[in-house]
């Protein structure tokens, strides 16, 4: 009988038991943060099939992976998607603690029911506004509604939702706050991130960078906020809102370094294995998936990851004009 293959562990002694698996970097949305109105995106031909994806995440929790995150580009816009959520929903309880996923939430309301009955019991919305105007001017396209009607479908399905929030100067700045009074309103917790510096954008980061301590010192002026030690598994950190009775975490990768308990690695859609959001050390899984011993080749490759995941990042936005600390967008290796 073969061994079971060894459970991945970096040379930080961190065990990676995470995964954000991008099933495509495409997008119906072009949130001006993230990507420019004309993306290159990648050739079809490159980005692996389902029955890989699926491999590659049996792999992944073949070596200790419970929790596994399905993002993009906009998961939901990859036609055969809903397939892999269900074969994968078939292991939570098992061999998975969670599957989740991260969305625009532009065609939630179509698939919200199929994600319940897969097994998906939380997922993230992005929404960085709930002002039509603003929704339009931001994402470049005009559609705050769908994304509201998908929310809202989300939660009648039984499907918990976090709201994400990208903080930025000048855009979402003034309505923060009402938009963390609005989701507590619904039940649905927040978590506010930095802007980070992935890829160009055919405009400069800074203009719109927003540090998030500024923010929080703003909303204790107004609500108490109360520091709690949950988690979710992620790089957040939270703080309940007395007032609201609501759950607000902060993502701070420019002003609060989170990297010493990182336990997940990011796979892109067309198979390469990115061991940090802020870094270019990556492993080619495309290669071992496709080669004619997968396991020997698998076994090897995540090897080579183990020895390569950096021990932090490397973001920082210095000032005006600062160059993107790494050139690959967010949407191509898996937000
Ligand atoms: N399309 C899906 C969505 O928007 O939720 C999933 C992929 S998106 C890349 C994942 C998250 O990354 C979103 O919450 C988005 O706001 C965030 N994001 C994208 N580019 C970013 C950047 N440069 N800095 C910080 N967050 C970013
Ligand atoms: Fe698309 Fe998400 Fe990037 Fe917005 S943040 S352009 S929704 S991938």
Redesign the pocket.
Known sequence: MTPPPPPLIDRYARAITYLRLSVTDR?DLR?A??MPERMQFLPRAEVLTLEELYCAARAFMARGVRKIRL?????LVRRDMIELVRALGRHVGGELDELTL???GTRLAEFADDLAAAGVRRI?V?LDTRDRARFAALTRRDQVDAVLAGIAAARAAGIAVKI?T?ALKDINEDEIADLIGWAHGQGHDVTL?E??P?GDIGADRFDHYLPLDAVRRELEARWTLVPTTATSGGPARYVDIAETGGRLGFITPLTGNFCAGCNRVRLTATGQLYLCLGGEAHVDLRAALRSDDPEAALNAAFARAMGEKPERHGFAIDGPGAAAAVARH??VTG?
């Not at 993002?71 to 998961?75: C, I, R, S, V, Y």
């Open positions: 997008c949130c943060y993230c993002t993009g580009g906009e998961p991260t969305t625009n993230n992005s994400n990208v991130i802007v980070m992935l967010m949407s937000g």
